[in-house]
């Protein structure tokens, strides 16, 4: 599965606070992804290495097509710490 490759590949890098996919209780096809990096120069490494290793993202997106594609919806949000 690829969300177990990419949890281990992703939590071994020493940039990576945290990388969790989580699954509904509730509906077993409902899954959230919590990624936490120490900087925004970090994230943006680690979404260019999903590209160059995924392939390019789909019109209008930040993501490799090959990610978003294995679910129904997706809609990256993106969040900055305040606290």
Same mark, same amino acid.
């Given at each position: 599965m690829l969300a177990s490759k990419l949890t281990v590949d992703f939590r071994r890098r020493e940039d990576c606070i945290s990388y969790l996919f989580n699954?509904?209780?509730a509906c077993?096809? *409902?899954?959230? +992804?919590? *990624?936490?990096? *120490?900087?925004? &120069?970090?994230?943006?490494?680690?979404? %260019?290495? +999903?590209?160059?290793? +995924?392939? %390019? &993202?789909? &019109?209008? *997106?930040a993501l490799p097509e090959k990610i978003l594609s294995i679910y129904e919806s997706a809609k990256p949000e993106f969040y900055r710490t305040i606290v």
């Open positions: 699954q509904s209780f077993r096809h *409902e899954f959230i +992804l919590f *990624e936490e990096w *120490e900087n925004q &120069p970090y994230m943006d490494a680690h979404i %260019t290495a +999903l590209v160059e290793s +995924l392939g %390019t &993202p789909a &019109p209008g *997106e």
